[in-house]
C-alpha cells in the first residue's frame, strides 16, 4: 500500500488547483460543502493493494483511513471528507467498495480502473476511462449516480435501480439491468411471494461460487465483503472461523453457511443475536421446547415460530413477555390474552389490533387501567359501547386510576363522578390529584374543585 500517494486537500485548494471539478454535475451537488473540508486525492496513477472503501464515515472505514494516511483515529473524526480524485489511473486487486446506498463521497477518476470487483451505492462517482473487473461491476439504490465515459468490461455486471450510464459494456457471464430492456429475458428476477425478496436468476446463480445466494442484497454483503464469488475464479476454501466471523457481523449470514459448518452451535450463536435468525436455522434443530425458550427470552420471537410449532401456550408465553397482538395468530385470542399482552407491552397497547368481537366493557375498561387508553372513542363509536361508562368503571376501580383518567380522559363529567366517589370520605387523596392537573381544571374552569 502506497500511503503517501494520497493527500488531504481542502475543498478550497481543490476549486483552484483542479477547476475542471466545479462544473462536474456531482460536485457539491447539494452545495453543503464548507471549503475547509477535504478531498482524498492522489495526483498521479495509483497501484493500491487490497480493497478500497468510499464510505468514509464509517467506523471501520475510519480505521482503515487512517492507515491509509498515517493518522491517529482519534484526530479522523474532526475531518469530513467529501471527495475522492485521483488523477491518473487507478488499479487494485481488491474490490471498490461503497456500500452504504443513502450517500457516500464524489468521486473523480480521470484515467482508467482496474479491480477485482467493484460496487457502487449513494456515491456519485464520474469516470472518464474505462473500468476492467475481474469479477463483478454492481451499481445498486437510486440515491446514488455512477457515469462512466468509457467501457465497462466485466464477467458480470448488475444495475439494480440506480443511475448508472457508460459508453459501452463487454460482459461475457451475465448483464442486467433494471433500467433498461437491453438484457436477456433470462436474466430478469423473479419474485418470491412468501419471503417479499426479488430472487436473482438462475443464469446468474449458476456462475456464484455459494449456490445459497438467491437476492442481489447477498450478493452486495459478499462483494462488500471484499470476496471473490465467480467458480470460475476458483475463490479459496472458506473455514468455519470465517462463516462464524460473517455470522457475528451479520446474522442473516447464516443463510449463506454451507451445511457442513452449520452446526448448532453456530445457529445458536445468531440466535443469541436475534430471534429473526430462526428461519435461517437448520429444521432439525427447531423443536417446540427450543420455539418456546425463544418466546421466553422475548415475546416479539412469536412473530417467525414456524406454524408446525404454534400452539396456545406458546401465545400465552409470548404476551407474558413483551409481544404485540397483531403478532398472535388469530386463533389463539381471548380476552384472557388480549389483556396479557397489554399489559406486559413494551409499547403503548393499541385497541385497533383487536377483533371487534372481543371489545367489551370490561376490556376496555382493563385497557384503560394499562396505559393512556389511545383510540377509546373510536373503539367505543364502532362498538356502540358509552365512553363515560367505561370511564366511571375505572374510577369505581380504585382511587389510584384517577391519575389515568385525569391525565388522557379529562372532562366536566368525569370530574363530577369522581369528585361524587373520592371527594369526600378521600379528600387528601383527592387534593393530590387535582393539584397534579391542575392546570386542566383550571382551562375547564372547574375553581369549585380547587
Known amino acids: 500500500m502506497h500511503n503517501s500517494v494520497f493527500k488531504l486537500v481542502t475543498i478550497k485548494e ?58 491517529p483515529l482519534k484526530g479522523i473524526d474532526t475531518l469530513r471528507i467529501e471527495g475522492v480524485l485521483i488523477n491518473g489511473n487507478f488499479s487494485t486487486n481488491g474490490t471498490i467498495i461503497n456500500a452504504e446506498g443513502d450517500y457516500g463521497p464524489y468521486v473523480f477518476i480521470v ?18 476511462g474505462n473500468v476492467r473487473a475481474q469479477e463483478v461491476v454492481m451499481t445498486s439504490y437510486n440515491h446514488g449516480n455512477f457515469k462512466c465515459d468509457g467501457v465497462i468490461e466485466a464477467p458480470v455486471f448488475i444495475v439494480e435501480d440506480h443511475y448508472t ?25 423473479e419474485y418470491d411471494e412468501v419471503s417479499g425478496e426479488d430472487i436473482i436468476s438462475i443464469e446468474l446463480r449458476k456462475h456464484l461460487d455459494n449456490s445459497l445466494i438467491e437476492t442481489f442484497e447477498e450478493l452486495k454483503r459478499e462483494l462488500e465483503f471484499g470476496e471473490l464469488i465467480l467458480k470460475q475464479n476458483n475463490p479459496p476454501a472458506k473455514t468455519y472461523e470465517y462463516w462464524r466471523g460473517r455470522v457475528l457481523s451479520n446474522y442473516r449470514d447464516l443463510k449463506l ?17 436475534t430471534y429473526h435468525a430462526l428461519p435461517f436455522i437448520d429444521k432439525s434443530l427447531i423443536t417446540f421446547e427450543f420455539c418456546d425458550k425463544l418466546i421466553g427470552k422475548d415475546g416479539f420471537a412469536i412473530q417467525v415460530i414456524p ?5 396456545k401456550e406458546l401465545c400465552f408465553n409470548a404476551s407474558e413477555n413483551g409481544t404485540m397482538l397483531r403478532l398472535i395468530p388469530e386463533e389463539y385470542y381471548s380476552e384472557e390474552l388480549i389483556l396479557l399482552v397489554f399489559k406486559n407491552a413494551k409499547h403503548q397497547p393499541d385497541i385497533n ?20 387508553g389511545l383510540w377509546l372513542d373510536k373503539a367505543c363509536k364502532e362498538n356502540v ?44 387523596e383527592w387534593s ?14 372547574l375553581n369549585e374543585y380547587l
Not at 307 to 311: A, G, I, K, L
Not at 356 to 372: N, R
Open 165 to 189: 450510464t457508460f459508453a459501452e459494456r463487454k460482459n461475457s457471464l451475465f448483464y442486467y439491468n433494471d433500467r433498461a430492456d437491453d438484457f436477456d429475458t433470462e436474466n430478469e428476477c
Open 307 to 311: 406454524d408446525e410449532f404454534m400452539t
Open 14 to 71: 481543490v476549486k483552484e488547483i483542479y477547476p475542471f471539478l466545479v462544473e462536474r454535475e456531482g460536485f457539491d451537488y447539494f452545495e453543503e460543502w464548507d471549503n475547509e473540508d477535504f478531498f482524498l486525492v492522489a495526483n498521479q496513477d495509483v497501484n493500491f493493494e487490497g480493497n478500497f472503501f468510499l464510505d468514509l464515515y464509517e467506523d471501520k472505514e475510519k480505521k482503515w483511513l487512517c492507515k491509509l494516511l498515517n493518522l
Open 353 to 372: 389490533d383487536v377483533p371487534s368481537e372481543f371489545i367489551t366493557e370490561s376490556l376496555l375498561k382493563e385497557y384503560v387501567k394499562i396505559g393512556k
Open 385 to 428: 359501547i358509552d365512553k363515560l361508562s367505561i370511564l366511571k368503571q375505572v374510577i369505581d376501580s380504585g382511587i389510584e386510576y384517577l391519575d389515568t383518567v385525569f391525565g388522557n380522559h379529562f372532562s366536566k363529567e368525569i370530574v363530577d363522578y369522581a369528585f361524587s366517589v373520592y371527594g369526600i370520605g378521600n379528600k387528601e
Open 111 to 128: 484515467g482508467n480502473v482496474n479491480c477485482q470487483s467493484m460496487l457502487l451505492g449513494g456515491s456519485y462517482v464520474e469516470i472518464k
Open 257 to 273: 453457511v454451507p451445511k457442513e459448518f452449520k452446526t448448532e452451535e453456530l445457529c445458536n450463536l445468531a440466535l443469541n443475536i
Open 432 to 445: 393530590k390529584y387535582v393539584q397534579k392537573h391542575k392546570v386542566k381544571f383550571e382551562r375547564l374552569e
